[in-house]
């Protein structure tokens, strides 16, 4: 389950990245080096934090093969992806769901405590968007008034409070990845941010 849930989050977040990249009309190497960083960037960090090295996606080429595939099939279809105007919301949302819950693991076989699982977590779903944003010239989502980390905290929050109950560990991963989608989703349609420090 962990590790379906790493590949999954993985081609989601090629394909944000592959869309993004779109967006601001690069090349062929400019699209696969942003879905590439989109992909594996909050997982690099994450190891790097808790001494894991070489990093995930150095010891598995699946990482590298997944990343390619999901690129070019963005690439292939992408008037078709694009055709959803919330297409690359949808496809970030659900990478850091996904994302979210695969961090908190590794810091639980770590044996860390839980505040810095959640903190995993969260780096893990949010700075491979973080990076792929500083790329191409934007403000990350990360620092903007929209509701992104804090989703992935409230998944984490979800996660440990759930583990303590009977509950099979799968069906508690699956469960905290989907409050983080739900909260990211409810926060965008109802309009729903972080308290604006800068308002008179």
């Keep these: ?12 977040f090629a394909i944000s990245g592959v869309l993004v990249a779109f967006n601001k009309r690069m ?20 190891d790097l934090l808790i001494g894991e090295t ?8 699946t990482y590298t093969y997944v990343v390619l595939v999901a690129a070019f099939f963005a690439i292939v279809f992408r008037r078709k992806i694009n055709y959803l105007r919330t ?7 659900i990478g850091i769901g996904l994302y979210t819950v695969v961090g908190i693991e590794k810091g639980i076989i770590a044996g860390l405590h839980p505040v810095i ?4 977590g969260t780096i ?8 792929r944003d500083i790329l191409c010239n934007e403000i990350p989502v990360i620092f903007r008034k929209e509701i992104y980390a804090t989703a992935c ?36 349609k109802f309009k729903i941010a972080l308290p604006n420090i800068y308002s008179r």
């Design 124 to 131: 893990t779903a949010t700075f491979g968007g973080v990076i």
């Design 87 to 93: 297409s690359l919301f949808l496809f970030d949302t």
């Design 153 to 188: 905290i409230l998944g984490g929050i979800t996660y440990f409070l759930l583990s303590n109950f009977p509950i099979q560990n799968d069906i508690v991963f699956i469960i905290a990845g989907i409050v983080v989608i739900v909260v990211r989703l409810l926060a965008v």
């Design 117 to 120: 699982c959640i903190a995993l």
């Design 54 to 61: 070489p990093v995930s996606w150095m010891k598995d080429m």
């Design 1 to 12: 389950m962990f590790y379906s849930l790493d590949i999954l989050g993985t081609i989601a």
């Design 27 to 46: 090349d062929l190497f400019g699209v696969l080096i942003i879905a590439f960083v989109t992909a594996v960037g909050g997982g690099t960090l994450r």
